[in-house]
């Protein structure tokens, strides 16, 4: 046999490694992705949004006939394959389309009102940076069947809300910009066409390519060297339609009434075909680049477009890993975001393995909020205090031959230069209710 062909039998000895951009979330990061995520859940109860559930798999029409086909999301970012049927599939990368087509395909918009949200996954083959990565994970908010400003402003102060639970809200900044009519922005698109042909030599490669597919992305650009003829470029604003300008200043004087400041921004376009009328962003500069949040708007015609009835459509998407980084770049991770055990439950021979197991689930039956861990794996007494300490808890219990005799257990503080107790098993329910609340102990 050639060296060759052994080499090719022998399996490989190289790590695998995850795919570039598609991260693992360790255990450390879990306890605050829980919080953020129970914040969230929390607030759409509050405001009657129901949660609905799509694959991260859909047909790869869907999302071009959504999204557009000469958008960079279907161009360039999308995960797109043949299955073994020829059908082409694509990983989602946005959750409006196919929250829309769910909605579409099991009825809920005929001659209905709707108010979805949804959490997971999406994909988008770009270059990975921090907060922005080829699978992230996004929360959308989809409110159907209404067309006035009013779930407009709603959805604002929803978010707003959002940003106040998790003691973001004077870190943030809300922008808005009208889209206007399909009717208006085409007439617009001649106008603002002819002014970048104007300056044309000033446009980089990016905008010239745009300047054919979709010129209004032009104004969304972050060249630094474009600026200028972008601040001077015709306003969306001043093309609207009478009925998408009385639209945006209703919405602006509900969120004047609800006391939300906001910055009206000319060059807001969004990047997706489907949006027209309102269109929003919160951002930060917490996070430099990254400046974006949460975005979203009206996309009225996108039903329509998908093979449905015409139905007002408003929603928003907010990506987590963004949001989380926010929260650790300010500091602003609460002790509750952060899984640190309360009780280790210590048996210091093996006679006591068994009972300290049955005292743990003693505790977690009368205190379900308390978080214990009992210590498994045998040892020597010194390596087991020191699992105890490395585990983080605030307090290990122990037991041994004379707390099993006499009924005790030996409390130790392993974050506090205190003395340990020894304490009766009887009253140690009581005696461990003020770690929940906060408290000291007695």
């Not at 073994?84 to 389309?97: H, K, V, W, Y």
């Not at 106040?164 to 910009?177: I, R, T």
């Not at 329509?304 to 991770?333: C, D, I, S």
Request: with cysteine; hydrophobic share 40%.
């Amino acid at each position: 046999m050639s060296t060759s062909q052994a080499s090719q039998k022998e399996p490989s000895k190289k790590k695998i490694q995850a795919i570039r951009g598609m991260n693992d979330l360790l255990p450390n990061q879990s306890a605050l992705w829980q919080y953020v995520e129970g914040q969230v859940q929390a607030l759409m109860r509050r405001y009657g949004y129901a949660e609905i559930r799509t694959p991260i798999i859909e047909q790869t029409a869907l999302f071009k006939r959504s999204i557009g086909e000469v958008t960079d999301i279907v161009e360039k970012e999308m995960y797109t394959f043949d299955d073994r049927n020829g059908d082409s599939l694509t990983l989602r990368p946005e959750g409006t389309a196919s929250c829309v087509r769910a909605a579409m395909e099991h009825g809920l918009l005929h001659n209905q009102t709707q108010r979805l949200w949804y959490q997971g996954p999406m994909f988008r083959h770009e270059r990975p940076q921090k907060g922005r990565y080829r699978q992230f994970h996004q929360v959308g908010v989809e409110a159907f069947g209404l067309a006035g400003p009013d779930i407009d402003a709603e959805t604002i102060l929803l978010s707003a809300r959002l940003w106040k639970a998790l003691g973001l809200y004077q870190h943030v900044s809300l922008e808005l910009n009208s889209l206007g009519s399909a009717e208006a922005r085409a007439a617009y698109r001649d106008t603002l066409v002819a002014y970048f042909e104007a300056h044309y030599e000033t446009l980089d490669e990016d905008s010239r390519r745009r300047l054919t597919s979709n010129p209004m992305r032009i104004l969304d650009s972050k060249n630094p060297a474009m600026s200028e003829i972008l601040d001077a470029a015709p306003r969306l604003m001043d093309h609207l339609d009478d009925a998408s300008r009385t639209h945006f200043e209703q919405l602006c004087a509900l969120l004047d009434a609800a006391g939300i400041d906001y910055v009206i921004n000319p060059r807001l376009v969004r990047g997706l075909d489907y949006y027209g009328r309102t269109v929003f962003e919160w951002t930060t500069t917490a996070l430099g680049s990254q400046g974006t949040v949460c975005a979203g708007g009206r996309y009225d015609g996108l039903v329509e477009q998908l093979g449905g009835k015409p139905t007002p459509a408003v929603g928003f998407a907010l990506g987590l890993e963004r949001l989380v980084l926010l929260l650790e770049t300010l500091a602003l991770v609460p002790d509750s975001a952060r899984d640190e055990l309360d009780v280790y439950l210590l048996p210091m021979d093996e006679s006591a393995t068994t009972p300290a197991l049955l005292l743990g689930e003693r505790l977690r039956e009368a205190l379900p909020a308390l978080r214990v861990q009992l210590h498994c794996g045998g040892g020597s007494f010194k390596s087991r205090i020191k699992k105890a300490d490395r585990s983080g808890a605030r307090l290990a219990l122990l037991l041994g031959e004379d707390e099993l005799a006499e009924g005790n257990v030996t409390l130790k503080f392993l974050r506090e230069a205190r003395e340990q107790q020894r304490l009766p098993q009887a009253g140690l329910v009581e005696h461990l209710t003020p770690l929940l609340k906060g408290e000291p102990f007695a």
